[in-house]
């Protein structure tokens, strides 16, 4: 089982474009959850998707965005890029439902320019 | 709305010493209450977490927290640190509803030879 993988590790964009961040869960998992992690900062919980839509979200505007693929993998998207957006993106996959371990990727570093 | 407060941004121990990272929590009823650690470049990995029942609560690489309602606090404990313990510690509390944890800014565990 290789968990959850993010994809890519590191992207650099430049101020106004949009980016796609990818997302595989753990086999077995329904459930995948994007927090934003700005440097030395813990975890900002983005949103959630469970069966294709989005089920909870946290306090971002709407430039952010996410899908979520039959398979249970999932994207993050982001429109008109803010040097602000420079962060940690962590993608953490769970079973619906569940109280239980909320297993996390590597993440994916962000660099806007 | 619930919230998590890490006091101590770095922490700084020798080797051998023992440890505690202190985590105190913001919510109304019962928490579910979560620490993780970070190495660097890394995702976020789960060390305890604490539901129902016995307040101390024993996790992976030879840590414990206890949970003590009365000062709404989680704090975590390592009675010998080793050098690879250092790290990024986060503390999370999450409530029955969302199945979303909140996290705190993380502690910083510098350890010395």
């Known amino acids: 089982d290789a968990g959850v993988t993010q994809s890519p590790t590191h992207l650099i964009k430049t101020r106004g474009q949009q980016v796609t961040l990818r997302c595989s869960p753990k086999s077995g998992h329904d459930t995948v959850s994007w927090y934003q992690q700005a440097l030395g900062q813990g975890p900002q919980f983005i949103f959630q998707y469970y069966e294709e839509e989005e089920r909870q979200r946290g306090n971002f505007p709407d430039r952010f965005s996410g899908h979520q693929f039959p398979n249970y993998s999932s994207e993050l998207n982001v429109n008109a890029l803010l040097l602000g957006d420079s962060a940690l993106y962590l993608c953490?996959?769970?079973?619906?439902?569940?109280?239980?371990?909320?297993?996390f990727g590597q993440g994916t570093r962000l660099t806007v320019v | 709305a619930q919230s998590v407060t890490q006091p101590d941004i770095h922490i700084t121990v020798s080797e051998g010493a023992s440890l505690e990272l202190r985590c105190n929590y913001s919510y109304g009823a019962t928490p579910y209450l979560f620490w993780y650690v970070q190495s660097p470049g890394q995702g976020l990995q789960l060390l305890l977490k604490?539901?129902?029942?016995?307040?101390l609560v024993q996790g992976i690489k030879g840590f414990e927290a206890e949970f003590k309602r009365s000062q709404s606090s989680f704090n975590l404990r390592k009675p010998s640190v080793h050098w690879s313990d250092a790290a990024e510690y986060f503390c999370?509390?999450?409530?029955?509803?969302?199945?979303?944890?909140?996290f705190g800014r993380g502690t910083s565990l510098i350890v010395h030879p």
């Open positions: 604490y539901f129902s029942g016995d307040t």
């Open positions: 999370a509390v999450g409530s029955g509803g969302s199945y979303i944890p909140t």
């Open positions: 953490a996959s769970s079973e619906s439902g569940v109280w239980t371990e909320a297993f």
